[in-house]
């Protein structure tokens, strides 16, 4: 049986929830397979989240894992292309630890590409009518970190692909002026982003490149 994990993160930086995390539980309330969707919520901890994350591929081998975070102030949901092997926090996780120039695995590639077909996922998910966009960053926090951990450990286990989106705020979390989606809209789109992961190998052909 196909495995997917999917995972979201809880809240940071003082903010009482997190639209990633929620999302992922909705989306595997109305999961309807065939394949099994394990999902998990994350701390916003460098090593805790980095930890948990290779707990789970371990004890589940998932044949794709997408790692999900919010990146408020974007209005779109958006596959992320790369990973860097950098630990660079502006801010304290939620364990107070703001690692500076760090490695997120000490020897690793200086970068991994996503080993999911992300042009394919923003496409299905802006064909539902949601906005979606493919994004070249996925910052330097532990959206990055866990980011990358998952592509590594995707590198050394044959079969198994690894990517992160991010989405926006929900309509239901957003501070005053934010841009957002209504939560039922972040769920769905992480539903297609599964689905299209499951069923496109191959990532389409068209540009998602960015001028700057």
Known sequence: MTTVLLTGFEPFAGDARNP????????????????????????????????ELRQLIAEFAPDVVIATGLAGGRPHVTPERVAINLRDARIPDNAGAQPIDEPSVAG??????????????AAAIEGAGIPAAVSHTAGTFVCNHVFYVAAHEAASRP????GFVHVPWSTETAPEGAASLP????????????????????????SAGALH
């Open 20 to 51: 990633s995390g929620e999302a992922v539980a909705e989306a595997a309330l109305t999961w309807a397979g065939p394949e099994t969707l394990v999902t998990a919520t994350l701390p916003v901890e460098f090593d805790a989240a980095a930890a």
């Open 108 to 121: 690793g590639p200086a970068a991994y590409f996503s080993s999911l077909p992300v042009k394919a996922i």
């Open 159 to 162: 079969g198994m692909r690894a």
């Open 183 to 206: 939560a039922i809209d972040i769920a769905h789109a992480l539903q297609l982003a599964v689905r299209t992961a499951l069923d496109v190998t191959v990532d389409a052909g068209a």
